[in-house]
C-alpha cells in the first residue's frame, strides 16, 4: 500500500477517535431572513396550513410530532389532554390548533355529515375559550404574545364557521324550544343585535366579512377585537318601492359563542353554550368570561354589499328617462340599524345619479371612529328627473314618515341636529330644505301673472304644497357640494338641451303633480302654450324661473352652513372658475361659515380632500361653527 495513502487513513481514525472520545459538535448557528423569523413566530394552520412552531414544540415534549400526531389525530389529543408536562396554556392551545387542523380537512374533504363538521368547529373554538380566560394568565398578562394572538384568531374564525355551519343547516337541527340539540351539544340564541322583523323572518344568508373583497371602494374599514364579523341578508321587503324608508337589508353583526361554566373544569365538561349576536355599531365591547372584551367588526362589508347588489346605477338612468324599473318617489335608505342616541347625517345625490354618489364619502366617514360614534348616516335616494319643488317637498315627506316611524315624540338626538350632505342637484334641494319660502314664492307669481279673485286662491292653492315651505326644523348643519344654487348655463347646452327633451315624468308622478299641473296650466303666459311642469334639468338651468327666485330665500339662522366645490378651471380668476359644470358664482353662498375650492372636475364629493373636509366639519363642536 502506498505511503501516502497509509498516512490518510491513520490520520481518518486519529479524527475518528478524537470525535468519539470528545463528541461532535450536534448544534450549529446560521441566520435566517425577516421572513423566516416571522413565520417561525406567526405561521400557523391559518396563515400557512400547516401546525404552529409552539404545536410542534409541544409534541416533541410529549414524544410526538407533527406526522405522528396528523397520522392518529384522536390519540394524540388523549395524550395532550392527559400529559403532566404541560402546562394549561400549552395544552389548550394545542388542542385549539388540532381541532382546527381536523375541521379544515374534513370541510376540505366535504365527505363528512355537517354536525361532525360543526362539532369540529365547536371544539376548536372551546379550547381557544378557555386557553383565553381560564388559565392562570388573564389575556391582558399575555397581550404582547404571538400565541394568543394565533388563539383569539382560532376562536374568531372556528366561531365564523360554527355560526355558518348552524345557519346552512337550521332546517336540519330540531330545536328543542329556544335550543337546539346537535351533535351532543345543546346550543342557544341571542339575536338581539339582528333586529328581527316582528313575523320573526330570518336572514337570507349570513356571509362573513371577511369572505368579501369590493373594487369601487378605497379602504374597507375593521376593528380587531373579539368574534367573528358577519353581514346579515335579510329578505327585501314587500312594495319596497313604496316605503317612505328602508332599514338597511345588510346589516353587519358580530358573532360570539360563550360555553357555559365558571372554571376551566366546568368549560371542558359542558355540552352547552349559547351563540350571541352584537351589533357592532352599538357596542364597542362586550362582556365575556368576566372579562371586557373589544368587539370585532367590519364596517364597510355591509355597506358595500348593499352596493354592489343595489342595480343603482341603471335604475337611476331608467328614472331619469321615465322608463319602466324605476323610481317615483323618494326612499331614505338607512346605512345601519336605526339608533336613538346618535346624530342623523342625511345625504342627496345629484342629477341622473343614487346613493352611488357617495360610495367612498359614506364609507370615510363610517371608517372615522369618532363619527361613527356620534352620526349615522341616511341616503336618500329620489326620482331625479322630477322638478325641483316636487322632490323639496316629498323628500321633506319621505324624511318626516322616517322620523315619525322611528321616533314619534322627537325627543331622540337622531330626530335633532340633523346634517344635510348635498352634491350638485341634491345641494340645491338640501338648501331649499333649510331655507324659508313662506309666501314668497306664491306672492311673485300672483305679482308676474297679476292673479286676482278667485283665480288667484285657486292657483295659490295649487301650488302651495311645493311653494310654500319654511326650514326643516330638525336640521341645524348643511354642508352643499358643487351644488348649483343659481342654475347654470352647462344646462342650456344643445347637449343638454337633447337630453332634457328625453327625460320624462312617468304616470305615477304625473298623478302625484296634477294640481300643480292645472294651477300652471292657468297661468296666462302670451303664448299658444301654457306652462307645462318642468323637469329636473329645466331646474338646473341659470334662466330658469324657480331656481332665480329661490336663489335669494333666506335660510334658517338655526343653520350653521358650509360649501365645498370643485375648479377645473385653474387658468382663471376664482370668481370666474368652474368645475366644467357648475361655476364658482353660482355654488358660492354668502354666509357660508366655511369655502372650500378643490382642483377637481364636478365629481369633488368623491376627491379625497374633499372628505377630509366633511370629516373636519363633522368633527366640529355643536356650539362652534
Partial sequence: MPATLMRRLRLGALLCAAALLGGCAAVTVSAISPADYLQQRRGDILTTGKLSAAASEVLRIIGSDIGACEANTGSCRADLAR??????????????????????????????????LLAAWLESARYAYAYLFYTTRTPGQRAFEERQTQIRDYYNYAVQKAVGNLFRHRGEYRPDGHVIRVAGWQIDSEL????????????????????????????????????????????????????????????????????????????????QLMVMLVDPYRSESTRMAGQELPVAANFTAGYGLWLARSGFGVQALRTLFGRADGISRPQVHLMQPYDPAKRTIVMLHGLASSPEAWINVANELMGDEQLRRRYQIWQVYYPSNAPLAANNAAIRKALDATLAHFDPSAKAPAANDMVLIGHSMGGVLARLMVSDASNTLLDAITEEYNLKGKKAEKVRAGLAPYLNFTAMPQVNRAIFIAAPHRGTSFANHKVARWIANLVTLPITMLDQLSDAAGSLAQLDTGSSEPLRIPNSIDNLSDKDPFVRLVADLPISPKVRYHSIMGNDTPDLPLADSSDGVVPYASAHLDGALSEKVIPSWHSVQESPQAILEIRRILRLPDNLP
Wanted: hydrophobic share 40%; aromatic share 6%; no cysteine.
Fill in 192 to 271: 338581539s343585535a339582528l333586529r328581527l322583523p316582528e313575523d320573526g323572518t330570518l336572514p337570507e344568508e349570513l356571509l362573513p366579512a371577511t369572505s368579501l373583497t369590493f373594487s369601487g371602494l378605497r379602504n374597507v374599514y375593521r376593528r380587531d377585537g373579539f368574534g367573528a364579523d358577519l353581514v346579515a341578508v335579510m329578505p327585501k321587503p314587500p312594495r319596497a318601492s313604496d316605503a317612505a324608508f328602508q332599514e338597511t337589508r345588510f346589516p353587519v353583526v358580530t358573532a360570539l359563542i360563550r360555553f357555559d361554566g365558571n372554571s376551566l373544569q366546568e368549560v371542558l365538561a359542558t355540552q
Fill in 83 to 116: 400529559s403532566e408536562l404541560l402546562s394549561d396554556e400549552q395544552r389548550l392551545a394545542t388542542l385549539s390548533e388540532l381541532w382546527l387542523e381536523s375541521a379544515l380537512a374534513e370541510e376540505k374533504q366535504g365527505g363528512h355529515a355537517s354536525a361532525e
